[in-house]
């Protein structure tokens, strides 16, 4: 402890900023030097997650006892996770916790608090010129200030999880009032009464969006987002919604999973060079081409995807990798197949990114079934060009032996003299 204690105050400060704050605080007790090192860490994280059903010392009275004292000019970070179980604590509480940090020129924000209803956000969050980072989880946005009421021009990072709206224009309102927002996460809470939504941010680069299964009152959404360049829709309501998706001439990478009308999306991302998607359609409509798309993904958690394979290779002349997996937020989903016993129908002509670009073929999950077989060796016997061809069986299929699928697909004729095919067995 003397070496330790030896070291300047300064970098004193920035080892105890690496710990957890209620360590950081303890470190008070240590000796008189000690005592108020503890109020200069730029770095807060509150949270209960740790210890959901200790009764005591609770969250609340923790910070609502010591971050009046905190001294630090400027607050790096500030991370509230205060569950409905934390205690006794009034949204009033949690209103000054954050006023005092972005008096303190906090840069970053993560408040995960279960409101239900309830205003814990204060006037002056809505006009923090120092906030870069927000992350709200199970917040209401009620009372958001009308668009020049509400400024917050450094904001670069928005993520919004299970937020509740208190209309149709809280979520405009509060993004209109983002000049320089880069990225943005919207994944709604299910049974969400809003019934529209609409994203219209110039500056966006970045936009992951999230509707659950059950949210009966959302018919539609608008997204116009002119500089996007990475765009990750999954759209599981069990009602048709009206999307428009326009205005997205930058996009480089696409995850399309289970939208209502693939077409639509589909006319929107023809300029991406990375595609992943997960559809629910076996087509998408005719007249498209992906002139730069090189690396496609082809998820196969919840339908035959083959039934889709054939227009997306067609209509991709210089595709180089083609990956057939289970993307990573689906590899709990159970797995059908619905090809209903019918024959893959393949290409009527030999696609040309077959013939002149694909490199790598990649299919993990693969069952041996006549389909999958029939597709494997269609791409190994047209693939000119191939260098590689993995294929992992899946652990959990029995129908058809490791033996019986790397010997359907040894013995097939390939057209590339160069491609190594491996196969990894159960």
């Known amino acids: 402890m003397d070496k330790i204690s030896g070291l300047p105050d300064e970098l004193l400060v920035k ?43 609770r969250l609340w009275e923790f910070v609502d006892k010591n971050l009046p004292l905190h001294r630090a000019p400027v607050i790096e970070s500030f991370h509230l996770h205060y569950s409905s179980y934390s205690g006794a604590g009034k949204p009033e509480d949690i209103k000054r916790w954050i006023e005092i940090a972005v008096s303190r020129c906090v840069r970053e924000l993560v408040i995960y608090h279960r409101s239900y209803g309830i205003n814990i956000l204060p006037n002056k969050f809505y006009t923090c010129k120092s906030l870069v980072y927000l992350k709200l989880s199970h917040v209401a946005l009620i009372d958001v200030p009308s668009t020049g009421c509400c400024s917050l021009p450094s904001l670069k990072t928005l993520k919004l999880k299970y937020v509740s709206y208190a209309n149709e224009d809280s979520l405009q309102q509060l993004l209109s009032a983002c000049p320089v927002l880069e990225e943005l996460l919207l994944h709604f809470e299910e049974d969400d009464t809003m019934t529209d939504f609409t994203v219209i941010v110039p500056s966006l680069k970045s936009l992951s969006i999230f509707i659950p299964i059950c949210c009966p009152g959302l018919v539609g959404y608008v997204i116009d987002t002119p500089s996007l360049e990475y765009f990750k829709i999954e759209d599981q309501g069990e009602l048709w919604h009206n999307a428009e998706i326009k205005n997205m001439p930058k996009l480089k990478e696409a995850c399309i999973c289970e939208v209502p009308d693939l077409e639509s999306f589909i006319e929107s991302i023809t300029s991406v060079k990375r595609l992943t998607i997960c559809p629910e359609q076996d087509r998408y409509g005719d007249g498209f081409v992906f002139s730069q798309l090189e690396h496609l993904q082809l998820c196969a958690c919840r339908m035959n995807p083959l039934n889709l394979l054939s227009q997306l290779l067609n209509d991709s002349p210089n595709l180089r990798v083609l990956d057939i997996s289970v993307i990573k937020e689906h590899e709990e989903n159970e797995l059908y197949d619905y090809s209903d016993g019918k024959s893959w ?44 061809a993995t294929i992992l069986a899946d652990s959990r299929q029995e129908d058809v032996s490791d033996f019986t699928m790397i010997t359907e697909l040894a013995h097939s004729s390939r057209a590339s003299s160069l491609c190594e095919l491996v196969f990894v067995g159960k």
């Open 15 to 57: 080892i105890i900023t690496l710990v957890p704050t209620k360590v950081a605080v303890s470190t008070s007790i240590l000796s008189k030097r000690w005592k108020f090192l503890w109020m200069f860490c730029t770095k807060l994280k509150y949270t209960d997650k740790d210890i959901p059903h200790r009764p005591k010392p």
């Open 345 to 388: 129908k393949q290409p009527s002509h030999v696609p040309e990114c077959l013939l002149s670009t694909l490199q790598i073929f990649n299919w993990s999950r693969y069952f041996g079934r006549p389909n999958d077989r029939d597709t494997a060796v269609y791409i190994l016997k047209n693939g000119r060009h191939l260098k590689t």
